[in-house]
């Protein structure tokens, strides 16, 4: 187990991307806090996770709000001592044209993706700086890129590129790594809300000719907290089945 005894936080944790991926941590040896502002949905996942014999806790958070962050991270450190990793998953989107969307759409999307990860990195950089060791990835989007009425999530999950490696920076000389995935269209509940025949018109544009799974993004996130990447830090991977390649 590459990730023996290590300590995580992943927010977004109740569902999806983020529920995988704390199962994989947890297969891996990792002690799991499951963060997400649906307190239920991360219940269900640590339990899982307990099940299957590994070690978690649920806390509810919404990380667009600074305190309840500040408030979370201190309970995972109570808990468990530390955090050596943080995963920032968690991502909302509320799309709408650039013309049409109205502020809080706006707000809501930079709240939660940008400035949720931004005030978690934050909170754990101060623990990680006095153990000497971190490891975060955050969860960007080929979106980055630009996409159509998406001007708010687009914004965001670009603006988190700059975080990382501006945190990258200032976090090496401690021992700690800062990078991101740039995830394409993947099988979630988020996307299950397109029409079928949108889906299959995706498919169409992804040269591996499939969806990415959630176990798909969570293997990156493994690889960038594992040992294996410990030279890597202020990085973007795009893990998309090659569709940025042709568009």
């Not at 990195?121 to 060791?133: I, L, R, S």
């Not at 889906?199 to 969570?218: S, T």
């Not at 830090?233 to 795009?238: D, M």
Request: glycine share 10%; net charge negative; charged share 20%.
């Amino acid at each position: 187990m590459i990730l023996k005894d290590r300590i995580a936080m992943v927010t977004g944790g109740g569902q999806g991307i983020g529920a995988e991926t704390a199962r994989l941590l947890a297969r891996e040896g990792a002690k799991v806090a499951v963060i997400d502002w649906q307190e239920e949905t991360a219940k269900a996942v640590a339990e899982e996770i307990k099940s299957a014999g590994g070690e978690a806790i649920a806390v509810r958070c919404d990380v667009s709000q600074r305190e309840q962050v500040i408030a979370t991270v201190a309970e995972v450190v109570q808990t468990y001592g530390r955090v050596d990793i943080l995963i920032n998953n968690a991502g909302i989107i509320r799309d709408k044209s650039a013309l049409k969307m109205e502020a809080h759409q706006w707000d809501q999307v930079i709240g939660v993706n940008l400035s949720g990860a931004f005030y978690c990195a934050q909170a754990v950089g101060e623990h990680m700086k006095e153990n000497g060791y971190g490891r975060i990835v955050s969860a960007s989007s080929i979106s980055a890129f630009g996409n159509f009425g998406q001007a708010n999530y687009s914004a965001s999950k670009a603006g988190l590129v700059g975080l990382t490696r501006t945190l990258a920076i200032e976090f090496a000389r401690f021992g700690v790594t800062v990078n991101a995935i740039a995830p394409g269209f993947v099988q979630t509940a988020m996307t299950d809300a397109i029409p079928e025949e949108s889906r299959k018109d995706a498919v169409l544009g992804i040269p591996v000719g499939r969806l990415g799974e959630p176990n798909d993004i969570a293997q990156v996130y493994l690889f960038l907290v594992s040992p294996a990447s410990s030279f890597m830090t202020g990085q973007l991977l795009v893990v998309d089945g090659g569709q940025t390649l042709i568009h």
